[in-house]
């Protein structure tokens, strides 16, 4: 229910500090938690109540942290999504969330959308306001809840890119540049808006995280927006599947990756020595338009044509008085 007025309690304005597991140093960030949190911001700001949500500091270094928030200056915790237990930190700490109830001692604490396996548990015990999403009590009566994330708003479409890198070409000696162009295209990989999907070439029918063949590759390729890569087939496999690549080649001053990209007349190949992030994010932008998208779906058209090579190949097969050159 909305607020009439600034709410206050005992006399003090409401303020809320919202929280969770993401808020923790060693806490985990999941996408379902950060989505419970938009939620809760949502319904808080609908219901003009002012809040600050506490972020971990290696999630997110320049957000408002836990150990930087004030008790006294908030009247009310909200803890949002996640399990509720008093299991002390991975790494030997106190139970995070007990350390919580007794930081915040003097808020009124309540959790909400949460998973309680013991209701009995101090941790949960600890809130004034319990609001779970499921508890074993709830369970029992079939009064579970939907999680807080579905009512999160629907994000705008980001792009969809595979990621494929190679490390190995030891063939090449000192002429590898591998090493420094992975970590290039990592670094500027991670400054995206985008869905990264990491990808291999290499088939294996042991490992399911892995395609077991060409065609399962192809499913994967043909729906993507746009691959990024420094192998050979990454950058053929995409096209031939009709997604642009952006290919970069890792072999300083160019080798297999610069002559498909050139065999293939696709332009949004890079060399090793003209790797920058203005040259990414100016392929990258080419190769999320449409024209990027139709000329790579014409390389996929070429793939029953005729080919030189296998031409060659048969002329060679064919009977001869003595050795061809």
Request: hydrophobic share 40%; net charge negative; glycine share 8%.
């Amino acid at each position: 229910m909305p607020l009439n007025g600034e709410a206050t309690t005992a006399g003090r304005p409401v303020r809320v500090l919202l929280t969770g597991w993401f808020s923790f140093l060693h806490g985990e960030v999941t996408a379902g938690d950060m989505l419970a949190a938009e939620a809760v911001q949502d319904a808080l700001r609908a219901a003009s109540v002012p809040y600050t949500t506490a972020w971990s500091p290696v999630y997110r270094p320049d957000a408002p942290h836990l150990d930087d928030a004030d008790p006294d200056a908030y009247t009310h915790l909200i803890f949002a999504c996640g399990p509720v237990h008093s299991r002390p930190d991975p790494d030997g700490g106190p139970s995070p969330l007990m350390a919580l109830h007794r930081r915040f001692a003097g808020c009124r604490r309540i959790a909400v959308g949460v998973s309680v396996p013991d209701p009995a548990d101090p941790a949960a015990t600890g809130f004034h306001d319990l609001l779970p999403r499921d508890s074993a009590r709830q369970a029992e009566a079939g009064q579970t809840t939907a999680d807080l994330s579905v009512r999160a708003a629907r994000p705008a479409p980001v792009p969809l890119l595979g990621v494929v890198l190679t490390g190995g070409q030891h063939e090449y000696g000192p002429r590898r540049r591998h090493a420094e162009v992975s970590e290039a295209l990592e670094t500027w990989l991670g400054t995206l808006d985008a869905a990264r999907l990491p990808l291999d070439t290499r088939l294996d029918t042991r490992d399911w995280r892995i395609p077991a063949t060409p065609a399962q590759l192809h499913a994967v390729l043909g729906r993507l927006d746009a691959v990024v890569t420094t192998r050979l087939h990454g950058l053929v496999l995409a096209l031939r599947a009709g997604t642009p690549a952006l290919a970069v080649d890792p072999v300083a001053g160019g080798a297999k990756v610069s002559a498909q990209a050139a065999a293939l007349d696709w332009p949004a190949a890079l060399t090793s020595e003209s790797v920058t992030p203005q040259n990414l994010d100016e392929l990258l932008a080419w190769c999320l338009t449409p024209e990027a998208r139709h000329r790579a779906s014409r390389t996929a058209d070429r793939s029953p044509l005729p080919h030189p090579l296998l031409d060659a190949l048969i002329q060679r097969l064919a009977p001869s008085d003595g050795p061809t050159a």
